[in-house]
């Protein structure tokens, strides 16, 4: 029977869930593998908190470089997540010549290209599969499932706190502050929540999909990426009204040879499969050139599902012992990222209009001046000579020419405050 020593650094959620994950389906493990995975040690700050858990004298620690200098370790889990000592001490893991896994997505956005390659030069693996939508296995579906394919496009609600705010907001009219505090009470928000509702965290795991089914460099800084604090329940009653769903979506695909890579809320017809994923739930629709569409869903935090994911790559680590390993993110693309400006899609506006004749053929004048075709217009409510809201649906309009439109509309005299702009999904023409 072969053995793999582990060493965990960072006891918290996830680390408690990977520890419980090992310790409860050991024999499991060890049936289906033939591997004993072995905690050998446990680093944190805090080594007095009761976590529930039984361990043996001696193995939690507080010094993470204790499991690092320790020869009989093979693995490193880190799982203390942000920018800070996370990446000395997976840089220092690697050095050594040991495996690490990670659920650290904030890092491997920012410096994954650094990490990786040192992983590759000393010949090691870095997981990170539980750094993508917590437990649904995302990272081996395209890095392995689905690897015959070109991947056409990637469409995925991957972050549990902002669809559980645009879910209660939507179904529940309850308030975004209360809904974002419910989701930090629940333990799924980031540390500091503008990471969640902002769309950072969002964006940190979009970039780790794209450098994988593009094949490019880790480019995180070049993804746009918009949050959901501005979403009002107005918009969600119009959005509903008009038979969509507002949903944070993380969008990367291929347009004329050029990867998309962005961030932003996004009208879902209701009908669609990706709709219906409500509450802390993640869903990512894949689509490849072979396969065809394809739809994944689950937890995407907490301590059980990410933990989950971190015990895969252990496994998966612990098998190919003695193999040589590729690097799971080794760019070899070329392909260009798309600017924002140059992206098509069908869009939603809400003006706030002076509600009197001629406001609506200045409204739509505009709009034509810059190309943009208008599917349909509704003024909501009639008060004459007062401010109503003018909600716009168009065709397929390029992103440049809606920024030029709009930004005269909302100069206009019988316009006021800010409009409100939203991609659509649908039937594109
Ligand atoms: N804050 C994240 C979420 C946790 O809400 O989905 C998992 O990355």
Do not use: W
């Amino acid at each position: 029977m072969q053995t793999t020593n582990i060493g965990i650094i960072g006891f918290g959620t996830v680390g408690s869930g990977t520890v419980r994950i090992i310790l409860e389906n050991s024999d499991l493990i060890k049936e289906r593998t033939g591997i004993k995975l072995n905690i050998k040690g446990i680093a944190d700050l805090d080594i007095k908190t009761d976590r529930g858990i039984k361990l043996p004298k001696g193995t939690l620690v507080s010094d993470a470089n204790k499991l690092i200098e320790d020869p009989e370790i093979d693995i490193i889990i880190e799982l203390i997540g942000g920018t800070g000592p996370a990446k000395d001490l997976i840089l220092a893991a690697i050095d050594k010549g040991k495996h690490v896994v990670t659920a650290n997505k904030a890092l491997l956005a920012t410096d994954g290209n650094e990490l990786f390659s040192a992983a590759q030069t000393k010949g090691v693996y870095l997981g990170f599969e539980a750094s993508v939508a917590g437990g649904i296995p995302i990272i081996k579906v395209l890095k392995e499932g689905l690897s015959a394919n070109r991947i056409l496009s990637v469409y995925g609600i991957i972050n549990g706190t902002s669809n559980y705010i645009l879910t209660r907001m939507s179904e529940e009219k309850v308030d975004f502050d209360a809904a974002l505090k419910e989701a930090q009470e629940l333990g799924y928000a980031e540390a500091d929540p503008t990471f969640d509702i902002e769309g950072i965290d969002t964006a940190h795991k979009l970039a780790l999909i794209s450098s994988l089914v593009y094949g490019i460099p880790l480019s995180y800084e070049k993804i746009y990426c918009e949050g959901i604090s501005k979403i009002s329940t107005l918009d969600i009653e119009f959005a509903a009204e008009l038979g969509y769903k507002i949903k944070l979506l993380a969008i990367t695909k291929i347009s004329d040879g050029d990867v998309e890579m962005r961030v932003h809320p996004t009208m879902v017809p209701v009908n669609y499969m990706i709709a219906k994923v409500d509450g802390v739930f993640n869903a990512i629709y894949v689509e490849g050139d072979a396969v065809g569409e394809t739809l994944y869903y689950g937890r995407g935090a907490g301590d059980m599902p990410t933990g989950s994911a971190v015990v895969s790559d252990i496994i998966d680590i612990a098998m190919k012992k003695g193999s040589s390993y590729h690097d799971p993110l080794r760019p070899y693309g070329n392909a260009r990222i798309k600017s924002i400006d140059d992206i098509e899609s069908n869009y939603y506006f809400r003006f706030t209009a002076l509600d009197k004749p001629g406001v609506l053929s200045r409204v739509s004048g505009i709009l034509g001046s810059h190309g943009i075709s208008i599917a349909s217009v509704i003024q909501k409510g009639r008060r004459e000579g007062e401010a109503v809201p003018l909600v716009v649906l168009t065709h397929k309009s390029r992103e440049s020419n809606v920024k030029k439109a709009i930004s005269e509309i909302d100069g206009l005299d019988v316009v006021s405050g800010s409009s409100v702009v939203m991609r659509v999904e649908g039937d594109e023409d």
